[in-house]
């Protein structure tokens, strides 16, 4: 058997200091430490302090949770990381984040390949329908539990939580129309399955209320940022499409579409009134915006507990979805036409 003067002869010190490398009970140099660590490895040995330390560590260590976002420039996705990580805490799990913009396919199955390699515990998702079905199936064949969040619908197999964000839509637009506005223009990212759905809501409140619904009041942007929003609502605009109020299916977008708008001498809201979506950087705009606010750190929150239950076998076998409903935020970038009593049904 390995003793502690076996280690010391080994590493040519006294036994005290041989004792000392493995408690830190006082100061030695770190070459002495090392050559001492070094000659109890080659020997096999191992110190009873040692094995407590390991011991701490393997019980304090958490699971290893994945989390692929969109975008790190978005505000919107700080607010589901922020509600992950406080769920998450709460058990010392650990997050890894992933940033899947601009990765294409292959990357994307060489980030899940990496992951399931390291034995990672759980993951949770907010992506496009293709990012989606790859990283889907990819659990589905491993059998590693997962939760989509702010996703489309269509992953099959995992569990969803989303908001309503066709109801959130129509509550904006049916609140507009009440307002008194007639030629409410929409303006979306093409092949975005949340901004389908807001589209829907759109034409309901359209439906609902006597108006129609015309294509050409639909903007279409590639993209979900400011700079994208801005560049379409310009081409929108030299159109010279009358129009006299525009829901936009995000903050940001409404944050370009405004920026259009002034160029063009158009005032908010005394010459357009704009709506978003999300509540991010509503309230830090000029003029507050008025938006339909998610709840992304209580979705965030809840997409955490619903993985931990099924990383700890869930007695739910089939998948679930959790829809939280959104609130209308009334602020200063609508022209108040009717009183307000006549909007608190919108709150």
Do not use: W
């Amino acid at each position: 058997m390995v003793t502690l003067r076996d280690v010391a002869e080994a590493a040519k010190v006294s036994i005290t200091t041989a004792s000392v490398a493995f408690t830190s009970s006082r100061p030695i140099s770190p070459e002495t430490r090392q050559r001492v660590l070094e000659a109890a490895k080659r020997l096999g040995y191992e110190h009873a302090n040692s094995r407590r330390k390991s011991q701490d560590v393997q019980e304090q260590k958490g699971a290893n949770i994945a989390y692929f976002v969109p975008s790190l420039n978005n505000p919107f996705f700080a607010g589901f990381v922020r509600g992950i990580e406080e769920r998450l805490q709460r058990d010392l799990h650990n997050l890894i984040i992933i940033n899947t913009e601009g990765a294409d396919d292959r990357r994307i199955a060489g980030y899940m390949d990496m992951l399931i390699d390291s034995n990672i515990d759980g993951l949770l998702l907010t992506t496009t329908r293709k990012v989606g079905s790859i990283i889907a199936d990819k659990c589905t064949t491993n059998r590693l539990p997962a939760v989509a969040l702010f996703s489309p619908r269509i992953l099959s197999g995992i569990d969803l939580v989303s908001s309503d964000d066709e109801m959130g839509s129509m509550k904006a637009v049916t609140f507009l129309i009440h307002q008194g506005f007639k030629r409410i223009a929409f303006l979306r990212v093409k092949d975005s399955s949340t901004h389908e759905n807001r589209l829907q809501g759109y034409k309901r409140a359209l439906l609902d209320n006597g108006l129609e619904f015309e294509p050409e009041l639909v903007i279409e942007s590639v993209g979900h940022d400011d700079l994208a929003a801005y560049a379409y609502s310009k081409v929108f605009l030299k159109k010279e499409i009358p129009f006299d109020a525009v829901f936009c299916c995000n903050d940001l977008m409404a944050f370009g579409l405004i920026k259009a708008l002034r160029e063009r001498g158009l005032r908010v809201p005394e010459d357009v009134s704009v709506v978003g979506a999300d509540d991010t950087i509503a309230r830090f705009m000029s003029p507050s915006l008025t938006t339909v606010r998610i709840e992304t750190e209580r979705m965030g929150f809840l997409a955490a507990e619903l993985l931990l239950e099924r990383m700890d076998g869930s007695p739910s076998t089939e998948p679930r979805t959790v829809n939280l409903p959104e609130e209308l935020i009334i602020r200063e970038s609508v022209l108040h036409l009717k009183r307000p009593s006549d909007t608190l049904a919108f709150r």
